[in-house]
């Protein structure tokens, strides 16, 4: 199984069944309001079409990137122990890409996958108005997590 540094094999054109009308159904490509901006970003990041068993990132490598699942679910491991899943319309990995440090988890998909994969430094070149509400999503997806991390252990 190749890991996050190499899936290369697995790019794909920006999909059809991912017009603009459809990724705004995801709550990341919804942020950016003028079309102009959802054009700018989605030709900014790389297309992924994986299939299920794809390594995208392993515990303890360094994290310069970040994913948006369009289609499928990721399973999210640690030690072979299942943490949960992240499905379409989700994010997974920003915290190591945008903090740029090692993926505390394994992520690989479970079945057929579309992804969206940016990488950081793509943010340097986008446009602040395209940036900014990015930005503002990614942390409020991030308090989101931690809230309910803050719950979880509020239980043990």
């Not at 709550?27 to 068993?53: H, K, S």
């Not at 915290?95 to 690989?108: I, N, Q, T």
């Amino acid at each position: 199984m190749p890991g996050s540094e190499d899936l290369s094999e697995y790019v794909i054109n920006i999909p059809e069944e991912a017009d603009y009308a459809r990724l705004r159904s995801i709550p990341f490509f919804d942020v950016f309001r003028e079309e102009g901006d959802l054009f700018t970003v989605a030709l900014g990041g790389v297309w992924l079409g994986c299939p299920g068993g794809t390594v995208l990132m392993r515990d303890g490598e360094l994290g310069h990137d970040f994913f948006v699942l369009v289609k499928g679910c990721v399973e999210v491991q640690k030690e072979g122990k299942v943490l949960g899943e992240v499905c379409a319309g989700e994010l997974l990995g920003e915290m190591g890409a945008m903090l740029h440090e090692k993926r505390s988890a394994d992520a690989v998909t479970k079945g057929d996958c579309i992804l969206f994969r940016l990488h950081v430094t793509a943010l340097n070149n986008l446009p602040l108005q395209v940036v900014f509400p990015l930005m503002v999503h990614i942390y409020r997806i991030t308090a989101k997590r931690l809230k309910l991390a803050d719950k979880r252990l509020a239980m043990m």
